[in-house]
């Protein structure tokens, strides 16, 4: 998937209220731009780390950037937007190109299931109808090793305890980690930041985890290899 509008480079000067981050652009303009992540961002958010925006000029939008990615100036860059993963599987599941989830007729965004909730993506036709629930990864406290998540999350803990039901049900539940960095070849578990999500994962009984990679570039974000979950 490649970015709408060409992004720009910057650097961070503060993140704050979660959504919102200023940075100074090249050409000295301080300007704030719209943060879409609502994690904790560690090691992503310092003051001074370069970043990439993505301008523009819908007038419906109150800030005219977008922050997309951080440049860790070393060929390698995380992907801060939690809303592109889905919109980059969902390209590549319809065209048969996820590993692991190929072979389905139908692919449904957001479709409601359990208690209150909706699934990422409910694969049908071909096979035992797919739930695949996705969360984007962002973390990495140790050289290579990808983690989630980087801050407490009930609603993920919720999330596995509703495919642990769609398992027991006789539907395939899959977990899905996309993992938003260029520099990890392997993802685990943050358990020290959020005990309650491993106890989760951990009881989640018959569901599946696959663990995808992204090539990653300020032209855009697709797919790439899976990584191993240790």
Not at 14 to 36: M, N, S
Not at 75 to 97: C, E, I, Q
Not at 149 to 177: F, I, N
Request: glycine share 8%.
């Amino acid at each position: 998937m490649d970015f709408a509008t060409p992004l720009i480079p910057a650097r961070l000067i503060r993140r704050y209220k979660r959504f919102l981050a200023d940075v100074t652009l090249d050409d000295g303009r301080e300007v704030t731009a719209h943060c879409a992540n609502p994690g904790g961002m560690m090691g992503l958010s310092d003051p001074g780390v370069k970043v990439w925006l993505e301008p523009n000029d819908d007038p419906k939008k109150k800030l005219k950037y977008g922050w997309r990615l951080v440049d860790h100036e070393n060929g390698h860059f995380t992907g801060v937007d939690t809303s592109l993963p889905n919109r980059v599987l969902k390209a590549a599941l319809m065209a048969g190109k996820v590993p692991g989830l190929t072979g389905y007729d139908l692919v449904r965004p957001e479709v409601k299931y359990g208690e209150n909730s909706r699934i990422d993506f409910l694969l049908t036709g071909g096979g035992p109808d797919t739930y695949v629930e996705v969360k984007s990864v962002t973390l990495s406290r140790t050289p290579g090793l990808a983690e989630f998540p980087d801050s407490v999350t009930a609603r993920g803990a919720k999330h596995l305890a509703e495919l642990a039901k769609v398992a027991a049900q006789g539907h395939r539940a899959v977990m899905l980690y996309l993992v938003q960095r260029t520099d990890c070849t392997a993802m685990t578990l943050a358990a020290d930041l959020d005990p309650a999500y491993a106890a989760a994962f951990k009881a989640a009984t018959g569901v599946e985890v696959i663990v995808l990679t992204c090539a990653i570039s300020p032209q855009g974000i697709v797919i790439a290899d899976p990584i191993p979950f240790v």
